[in-house]
């Protein structure tokens, strides 16, 4: 905890100017100076020690609170209609504008820094230069994502673009950091919307196709749509609620205490959905193969331009896909709340919610994919030692794969041995090691066997052509209960390399994690997709942002995503690097922030929220 705090204080020091947001577009054009203390919004029960800014102007909160009034419902609801993209739309466009951000980010604050070095300036006037570059031209800023979500013919871009804000002269009086959590609000407003318009022409348009009802067995549009209804029901309610905050005032008050209470008590129809994602791409896959007429129906419906060229497939994952955004969503509000207020509160307990929900969805899909491989690796294994139960509620593989072993004692060959490798098979599961010679009939032959937790291995150093990409195995503890001993020659540095990381997980990596809390590591950010195609490989959504803990010469990372701390292998062509140390500085004390350890006042105090809620209902 100590090591914790001293590691978040340290990154707190780093200049903060290297923090612009997407909304510091419209900074400069209601004339706001960068870096200003934010304000409290009414409601948020922030003290005047908590903002320093109240205490020197006492009339600011007075004046802000004359000008925040209601707005009319039909405001809201002209906006919810004009948004003109689906979900997916808007999810590619706002992670490829987060990127870009990113990018122009890295850029302009890396050539502030060159321009600071050449001009041996004292620390004070370099961070006066910094905070006038900060306020450049918006030209220079990537417009705020949210800008994407509305229609080319809507008057609204922004929450500060609508006229009620604009007439209302509160832009004048709330600090730029406040109007950057606005903007983070309504974004997850706006963004649920979209999402329940997407949701609503897959009932509408394909679920409820009287022609597609005929053709699909019962049992097979079961497992097709799942409960998408219950699925929808709840992102109507969960609209619904939101749009009515937001009729409340113009100056949003919080909207995570809504979040957290529908992650705690509704969100639990993802879990039921998601978790039939392996069943449902199976059957979509049979039905594609086998049913003509269904394939046909899938691919006219697909052509309607309510579609907008977006695929059958695309519609069907949308929970899974929001569900994980929408927690995003919530890190992006969490950044942006004032540290130690009641908003603040609100949020982490929204985030921890929903990380709850979400590793819930990837429990339910692992399992069941699990369940079904661990029978069929079950049956093509045949004993030579004692028979190992492999099927366990517990076990999952990690990593199979072929590797060449060195036959017999490494004094007692030359390296013009003709057969000085032979290929053997590793099953390498979460708690055992399964060592195997494959034989005919796609069978196994296993003879040896060991816990992961009594793996140790050793990579040789460079001893020549031959001798390349071999590292040492060592089992502690065999199936014979002795120490056994295997030099293993893998295809390339990588594939050895990811070998070594599975064997022995804790064994030091070139950079060390995020879990250390250093202050600086090597960062890279996803820009294109990428799939997992083995168990230790990292699925890559656009944006991820993740520390790379080991790098081969053949172009694989090993790294750990910051927002959920999942490690695994990717190949480097997917990300580019983050090449300013103050950018990467700012996303590990964002992340530091976003999970920081639970202090016992505040479980106390959502303990109390969680009854309250559940007592109104």
């Given at each position: ?38 304000s409290s919004?009414p ?7 908590e ?6 102007s ?5 004046e ?7 707005i ?6 002209n ?11 808007y999810?590619?466009?706002s ?6 951000t ?17 001009g ?8 006066e230069?910094?905070?006038e570059?900060?306020a450049?031209?918006p030209?220079?800023r990537a ?5 994407l979500?509305?229609n ?28 950057k959590?606005?903007?983070a ?5 706006t963004?649920?919307?979209?999402y329940?318009?997407?949701?609503n ?16 067995h019962?049992?097979?549009?079961h ?12 992102s109507?309610?969960?609209?619904l609620?939101?749009e009515h ?9 919080d ?11 509704h ?41 907008k060229?977006?695929?059958f ?10 569900i ?14 004032e ?27 692992r ?27 517990s076990r999952?593989l ?19 041995t ?5 290929e ?15 034989i005919?009939?796609d ?28 590292f ?29 990381t ?18 600086d ?17 990292l ?10 803990l ?15 701390q ?18 990467r ?12 350890m639970?202090d ?18």
């Amino acid at each position: 905890m100590e090591l914790l705090a001293a590691a978040f204080s340290a990154a707190c020091a780093v200049d903060h100017d290297s923090s612009t947001s997407e909304s510091d577009t419209r900074d400069s054009a209601t004339g706001h100076l960068p870096g200003s203390e934010s304000s409290s919004t009414p409601g948020n029960g922030t003290t005047p020690e908590e903002c320093p800014a109240l205490t020197d102007s006492p009339t600011t909160l007075t004046e802000a609170l004359q000008m925040i009034h209601p707005i009319p419902a039909d405001s809201w609801r002209n906006l919810i209609e004009q948004i003109g993209l689906l979900y997916q739309e808007y999810r590619d466009k706002s992670t490829l504008q987060e990127i870009e951000t990113r990018r122009q980010q890295d850029a302009e604050i890396q050539s502030n820094s060159d321009g600071s070095q050449a001009g041996e300036d004292t620390p004070e006037e370099e961070e006066e230069e910094e905070e006038e570059e900060l306020a450049s031209p918006p030209e220079r800023r990537a417009l705020p994502q949210i800008c994407l979500l509305s229609n080319p013919h809507s008057r609204f871009n922004l929450w500060q673009d609508l006229p009620e804000i604009q007439s209302s002269g509160v832009l004048d009086i709330l600090q730029p950091e406040e109007v950057k959590l606005q903007e983070a609000m309504f974004e997850l407003v706006t963004s649920e919307a979209s999402y329940y318009k997407s949701l609503n022409l897959l009932v509408s348009h394909f679920m409820e196709n009287e022609r597609l009802k005929k053709i699909l067995h019962p049992s097979e549009a079961h497992i097709l749509f799942s409960n998408v209804l219950d699925v929808m029901a709840v992102s109507e309610r969960f609209l619904l609620e939101l749009e009515h905050r937001m009729e409340e005032n113009i100056v949003i008050s919080d909207v995570c205490d809504i979040v957290y209470r529908y992650a705690a008590d509704h969100f639990s129809v993802y879990i039921t959905y998601v978790s039939n994602q392996t069943y449902q791409e199976r059957t979509y896959k049979q039905l594609l193969q086998e049913k003509t007429a269904f394939r046909e129906l899938i691919a006219q419906l697909e052509l309607d331009p309510k579609c907008k060229g977006l695929p059958f497939s695309s519609f069907l994952i949308l929970p899974f896909q929001r569900i994980t955004r929408l927690k995003l969503l919530v890190q992006n509000i969490l950044k942006r709340v004032e540290e130690r207020s009641e908003r603040e509160g609100t949020a982490l307990d929204a985030h921890k919610e929903l990380e709850m929900v979400v590793k819930a969805c990837n429990e339910g899909v692992r399992k069941m994919s699990r369940t079904e491989q661990m029978i069929s690796i079950q049956k093509k294994m045949e004993f030579k030692i004692k028979s190992v139960p492999i099927i366990s509620h517990s076990r999952w593989l990690l990593k199979q794969g072929e590797l060449q072993q060195m036959s017999g004692p490494k004094t007692s060959r030359t390296l013009r041995t003709k057969k000085l490798f032979r290929e053997i098979y590793l099953f390498l599961f979460n708690d055992l090691l399964v060592i195997c010679r494959q034989i005919p009939g796609d069978k196994y032959q296993v003879f040896d066997s060991a816990p992961r937790g009594l793996l140790r291995v050793e990579e040789l150093e460079d001893q020549g052509q031959t001798l390349a990409n071999v590292f040492i195995l060592r089992l502690l503890e065999n199936a014979d209960d002795r120490e056994a001993t295997y030099m293993l020659k893998a295809s390339s540095q990588s594939e050895m390399k990811r070998w070594m990381t599975s064997l022995a997980p804790n064994r030091r990596t070139k950079f060390v994690s995020f879990t250390s809390r250093l202050l600086d590591c090597p960062q890279v950010q996803c820009v294109h997709p990428y799939v997992a195609q083995q168990p230790d490989e990292l699925t890559l959504e656009l944006a991820d942002i993740l520390n790379i803990l080991e790098k081969t010469e053949d172009g694989w990372i090993f790294g750990e995503r910051l927002h959920d701390q999942e490690r695994g292998w990717f190949p480097s062509s997917m990300t580019e690097e983050i090449l300013n140390p103050k950018i990467r500085s700012q996303n590990l004390k964002e992340c530091f922030r976003v999970h920081k350890m639970e202090d016992p006042q505040r479980s106390q105090n959502k303990d109390r929220r969680k009854l309250g809620s559940r007592n109104r209902q």
